[in-house]
Nanobody
Framework: QVQLVESGGGLVQPGGSLRLSCAASEFSLGYYAIGWFRQAPGKEREGVSCISKSDGSTYYKDSVKGRFTISRDNAKNTVYLQMNSLKPEDAAVYYC?????????????WGQGTQVTVSS
């Protein structure tokens, strides 16, 4: 089973920034598309962003376009989600997951999540 570990969450004021990391130690993330998802209390989990395994194409939920950036560092075997101009509605537990392709509906292996709180 693929094990993913997210980190980088925390408390930030509205307008602030955080960088989330998704790392794996026993396999190469380069074999997978990697998606970031989030789930706020009382809400369904939703896809936020995805980076393809082939050409590095990136995809974003409309509400985060222009504020979030997903990227890979293959040397560090890590995928990042840079989140700028954070809003209270961005607060959630954020998860990364492997996918066959970004347009594939299913995600396969998940991390444990990292909490993002946006509050003044």
């Amino acid at each position: 089973q693929v094990q993913l570990v997210e980190s980088g969450g925390g408390l930030v004021q509205p307008g602030g920034s955080l960088r989330l990391s998704c790392a794996a130690s026993e396999f190469s993330l380069g074999y997978y598309a990697i998606g970031w998802f989030r789930q706020a209390p009382g809400k369904e989990r939703e896809g936020v962003s995805c980076i393809s395994k082939s050409d590095g194409s990136t995809y974003y939920k409309d509400s985060v376009k222009g504020r979030f950036t997903i990227s890979r560092d293959n040397a560090k075997n890590t995928v990042y989600l840079q989140m700028n101009s954070l809003k209270p509605e961005d607060a959630a537990v954020y998860y990364c997951a492997t996918k066959r392709r970004c347009d594939y509906p299913r995600a396969d292996d998940w991390g444990q999540g990292t909490q993002v709180t946006v509050s003044s």
